[in-house]
């Protein structure tokens, strides 16, 4: 490598200023050869060339400094040319010198309101396209149902078995005691409330109603979102990561009648079995808080149950368990079949299916609540 002293020479030959480059030219010297290229002494007033032919290596961050050079010793009266350039050095200072003597670019303007705007826009194409991709799953599934039902010795009965042991019975635990909870802290704050203006015999109104209805479906629902959902999304996606998937294909095996209609099935059944057990530990909650709390025997909060709340209440909370298990599952498999790559992406994916569950359950109870308050009276 040619010595610090060498980089950059000069010397006057007939009034015109002759500036010699040698040496290595590259990212790894800039430092240097741009402090000294800074330090010269430039007058501005005469004539000046660029020798560049004993220049030994150039690259992208030599050829800048070239240019750079070139331009501090150019004029208004006098341009710098540069002079013996190396063939393989040419293309690459040429490039250089355009884009310097280009028209420097014009920040872009910016505006608060155009960047909400086109933020919102691709949110909106971002849910679109989520939109149509679930819509598209959906059709896969139902094909894939209706081929399994056409031909039922293709429905695989031990992965259904052991999947609906894994989403519902396994689940009972956690579903019951959240469920009997939720019963106790309604019953409460329904009496404490409802005490203020005498009305404490309408605690059951509320609470059979409220778990029927509504909270027990719900709370079960965005459970086992959170427990059997991200299950499938993790296992498929591992599959997915170990290229167990593609050989799956590779064999002639459908991942959606192996991977995603037993996992669908399962959850199917299990839901609205769930939800019965979640309706009876929410009303034994609300029960054993009554007897504390109001003095209500469990045979009167039966009878009193019995009376104020109709048995379609309890229907309407067991219609929507079925829609909720399918939509979990097929949210559950499709992002685990989307994983790529890594096990970051398992990651991902998997709180993306515990999100976008959770938010298409809430969303579907709020269509079913609506639909049943205008035709139920």
Known sequence: MAGATNWITTRQSGGV?????????????????????????????????????????????????????????????????????????????????????????????????????????????????????????????????????????????????????????????????????????????????LRRFGAEIYTVNLLGISMLREMAILLTAIIVAGRSGSAFTAQIGTMQVNEEVDAMRTIGLDPMEVLVLPRAAALLVALPLLAVYADLM???????????????????FTERLKEVVPIWAFWVGLIKAPVFGFVIALIGCREGLKVQGSADSVGRQ????????????????????????????
């Open 17 to 193: 200023t002759e500036v010699h480059l040698s040496g290595h030219w590259s990212l790894e010297d800039a430092g240097q050869i741009d402090a000294i290229a800074s330090n010269m002494e430039i007058t501005g007033s005469e004539a000046a060339v660029l020798d560049v032919g004993a220049i030994e290596y150039l690259d992208t961050a030599g050829a800048w400094l070239v240019e750079k050079l070139r331009r501090r010793l150019s004029s208004a009266e006098h341009t710098v040319p540069l002079r013996n350039v190396k063939p393989d050095h040419s293309v690459l200072l040429n490039l250089i010198g355009g884009l310097a003597d280009g028209p420097a670019a014009e920040p872009p303007s910016y505006s608060a309101l155009s960047a909400i705007a086109e933020r919102t826009g691709r949110a909106t194409m971002d849910v679109l396209a989520e939109a149509a991709d679930l819509l598209n799953f959906l059709g896969l599934a139902t094909v894939t149902s209706f081929r399994t039902l056409m031909r039922p010795s293709r429905f695989r009965l031990t992965s259904f078995v052991h999947h609906l042991e894994q989403v519902g019975l396994n689940a009972l635990p956690i579903v019951g005691l959240l469920s009997f909870l939720i019963g106790v802290v309604l019953a409460y704050q329904g009496a404490d409330q």
């Open 350 to 377: 998997t709180t993306r299916s515990v999100v976008v569950s959770i938010f298409l359950v809430i969303v579907i109870d709020a269509v079913f609540s609506i639909f049943f308050s205008a035709v139920w009276v």
């Open 282 to 300: 929410g009303l034994a909650g609300g029960a054993l808080m009554s007897l504390f709390v109001l003095d209500i025997s469990f045979t009167q």
